[in-house]
């Protein structure tokens, strides 16, 4: 069996998803080991009762009598262990459900529809918005980063000058600092924190996914660590919409209260999403189940195996 470095797993989906093709789940195994341990005793007793008796005078007589009682006696001392081992299915589940859907041909690598079973891999692309928000976040360091000081000196000056020429040129000086564009992505991210509460982002491929941080198996800080590594990302899930020309961007060409309600999420979600380039035309919006690293010799005896 290949070992997987599971980075996230949804466990109440694949859970869900194994009782439904086999109906129902079980959830853990338990193997009883029992042990017994004996211990006899034994012993042989013997008693002996002697009545003796003699007469005189006429006739002389002598007379013994004994009497022996034995009595076999056996105590046995036993004692029971019982060892419960429990196995809990866990991370093992996500083998049995990919084994699930390769057998029942359900796995597409590409061409998407929505509610397919995706399978892909490529380069893994991950985004913790509350991470980058604190992270450009410098009141406690900005005294020792370069630059950063004159860029505060400029942005204070634009707010108290009142010349427009002078104005123009420190919009013009800030617009084209680079730690003008670290700030909006501190915006942006503080935003984005609020648009996915308790979540994180990833791009695999021409997919991105939205991760309840409930399901991440590994640290933030270290995933961080982990993109900078060469190797190609699994990911697993089920197809919920294609980012195409038809998906709303456009919040000025809604006038409509109702199309306004239905679409204006759907809407400043893909503009965010656009401004960090993180989606394209015909990317997929995947609702992830699982994404992992695995042996790299062996991705291709996989894929083969899994699309033949």
Same mark, same amino acid.
Request: charged content about 25%; some cysteine.
């Given at each position: 069996?290949?070992?997987?470095?599971?980075?996230?797993?949804?466990?109440?989906?694949?859970?869900?998803?194994?009782?439904?093709?086999?109906?129902?789940?079980?959830?853990?195994?338990?193997?009883?080991?029992?042990?017994?341990?004996?211990?006899?005793?034994?012993?042989?007793?013997?008693?002996?009762?002697?009545?003796?008796?003699?007469?005189?005078?006429?006739?002389?007589?002598?007379?013994?009598?004994?009497?022996?009682?034995?009595?076999?006696?056996?105590?046995?001392?036993?004692?029971?262990?019982?060892?419960?081992?429990?196995?809990?299915?866990?991370?093992?589940?996500?083998?049995?459900?990919?084994?699930?859907?390769?057998?029942?041909?359900?796995?597409?690598?590409?061409?998407?529809?929505?509610?397919?079973?995706?399978?892909?891999?490529?380069?893994?692309?991950?985004?913790?918005?509350?991470?980058?928000?604190?992270?450009?976040?410098?009141?406690?360091?900005?005294?020792?980063?370069?630059?950063?000081?004159?860029?505060?000196?400029?942005?204070?000056?634009?707010?108290?000058?009142?010349?427009?020429?002078?104005?123009?040129?420190?919009?013009?000086?800030?617009?084209?600092?680079?730690?003008?564009?670290?700030?909006?992505?501190?915006?942006?991210?503080?935003?984005?924190?609020?648009?996915?509460?308790?979540?994180?982002?990833?791009?695999?491929?021409?997919?991105?996914?939205?991760?309840?941080?409930?399901?991440? &198996?590994? $640290? *933030? @800080?270290? =995933?961080?660590? #982990?993109?900078? %590594?060469?190797?190609?990302?699994?990911?697993?899930?089920?197809?919920?919409?294609?980012?195409?020309?038809?998906?709303?961007?456009?919040?000025?060409?809604?006038?409509?209260?109702?199309?306004?309600?239905? &679409?204006? $999420? *759907? @809407?400043? =979600?893909?503009? #965010?999403?656009? %401004?960090?380039?993180?989606?394209?035309?015909?990317?997929?919006?995947?609702?992830?189940?699982?994404?992992?690293?695995?042996?790299?010799?062996?991705?291709?005896?996989?894929?083969?195996?899994?699309?033949?």
């Amino acid at each position: 069996m290949r070992m997987k470095e599971i980075i996230y797993l949804d466990t109440n989906l694949v859970n869900s998803l194994l009782a439904q093709q086999n109906a129902g789940l079980v959830t853990k195994l338990v193997n009883e080991n029992s042990e017994s341990d004996s211990n006899a005793e034994g012993g042989f007793e013997q008693s002996t009762t002697t009545v003796s008796g003699g007469f005189t005078a006429l006739v002389k007589a002598d007379g013994n009598h004994s009497t022996t009682e034995n009595e076999n006696y056996n105590i046995v001392f036993s004692r029971s262990n019982r060892n419960l081992i429990e196995t809990a299915l866990d991370d093992y589940s996500l083998d049995l459900l990919l084994h699930e859907l390769e057998d029942n041909k359900l796995l597409k690598s590409s061409n998407f529809r929505d509610g397919d079973f995706v399978f892909t891999v490529g380069k893994f692309d991950f985004f913790d918005f509350e991470q980058l928000k604190n992270v450009f976040t410098f009141d406690e360091i900005e005294d020792i980063l370069p630059g950063y000081d004159e860029f505060k000196k400029l942005q204070s000056e634009y707010k108290r000058v009142k010349n427009n020429t002078r104005k123009e040129q420190l919009k013009d000086e800030i617009s084209h600092n680079g730690w003008n564009n670290l700030e909006s992505i501190r915006s942006m991210s503080a935003y984005f924190e609020r648009l996915f509460p308790s979540s994180n982002l990833a791009k695999v491929s021409n997919t991105i996914s939205v991760l309840p941080k409930e399901f991440m &198996k590994v $640290p *933030t @800080a270290q =995933l961080g660590l #982990m993109q900078l %590594s060469g190797r190609q990302i699994k990911i697993l899930g089920i197809c919920s919409s294609t980012f195409d020309e038809q998906t709303p961007s456009d919040l000025s060409m809604m006038t409509n209260s109702m199309e306004l309600l239905k &679409k204006a $999420p *759907t @809407a400043i =979600l893909t503009i #965010m999403l656009d %401004s960090f380039d993180l989606v394209s035309s015909g990317d997929y919006l995947i609702r992830p189940i699982a994404i992992y690293y695995e042996d790299q010799k062996n991705d291709y005896i996989c894929f083969q195996k899994t699309f033949a």
